[in-house]
């Protein structure tokens, strides 16, 4: 009994860090946050690749509750980091960016399995927000490879800032402009593939937030009647 009570049960601040979207909610903070004031230390193209590798090898054991989720998970994710990492490395990329596709793929069946693990959830838990969070993110990035991958096969899919069509950053960014319908005007879709897949995101990402938000309410709300009626 004295050795029980002596115990100090670990401080509730840490415990965000026993969940199974930490590592993948890092990684995308790090990525959006830090990653930009990098660009000093080493090429932005360089830097953007590590980022994103990180994001998807963090998301595998995120959504991995069973061991068939892990290998189809992991067979998606090689192919991106095979054909991305050997364009990177031998400085020739591929003409269409077909690891684009592959990353989009990867990331469409990560969102899949993180909304199903919310719909499965009867509590409001910091598993749950996190994951929540972590959609809506991978949500912007699954768009910003499509449009990447656009853009490779239909050249001049997209009106450009600047010169050229850039990097996966310039795609991140108008994805993420897009899914919030900021719409900053600095970058434009031209074709009609460009702009229904524009279309697509904005309402997706609308889409959403909503059904999310009604989902995260409904579970608080059922979680608060069950402890009235106990």
């Known amino acids: 009994m004295k050795s029980s009570m002596g115990m100090k049960a670990p401080s509730s601040r840490f415990h965000i860090f026993s969940s199974r979207f930490t590592l993948l909610l890092i990684s995308i903070v790090t990525t959006f946050a830090l ?59 591929l003409p269409w960016n077909f690891e ?18 919310i719909a499965r959830q009867r509590k ?22 499509v449009y990447f991958f656009v853009e490779s096969i239909l050249p001049g899919s ?16 108008f994805s993420f402009v897009t899914m919030t319908t900021v719409g900053y ?6 074709s009609n593939a460009a702009r229904s897949l524009a279309i697509l995101e904005a309402v997706m990402g609308q889409l959403y937030l909503a059904v999310t938000i009604a989902r995260l309410v409904g579970m608080q709300a059922s979680q608060t009647q ?5």
């Not at 009106?159 to 990097?167: I, K, S, V, Y």
């Open 158 to 173: 997209f009106q450009f800032a600047l010169d050229g069509p850039g990097d996966s950053n310039v795609f991140i960014y």
């Open 35 to 93: 990653g930009p004031f990098l660009e000093g230390y080493a090429s932005i193209n360089l830097l953007t690749d590590i980022c994103l590798s990180s994001i998807l090898l963090a998301a595998i054991p995120a959504v991995s509750d069973k061991r068939r989720t892990f290998y189809i998970a992991l067979a998606f994710a090689c192919p991106y980091l095979v054909l991305k990492w050997g364009s990177t490395l031998a400085s020739s990329p």
């Open 185 to 190: 005007g600095d970058m434009l879709p031209l």
């Open 226 to 230: 069950s402890g009235q009626d106990e």
């Open 100 to 117: 684009e596709m592959f990353g989009a793929l990867f990331v469409s069946y990560v969102l899949v399995l993180i909304l199903s693990f």
């Open 124 to 145: 409001v838990s910091r598993d749950v927000i996190m994951a929540a969070v972590c959609g809506y993110f991978l949500l912007g990035l699954m768009w910003s490879f």
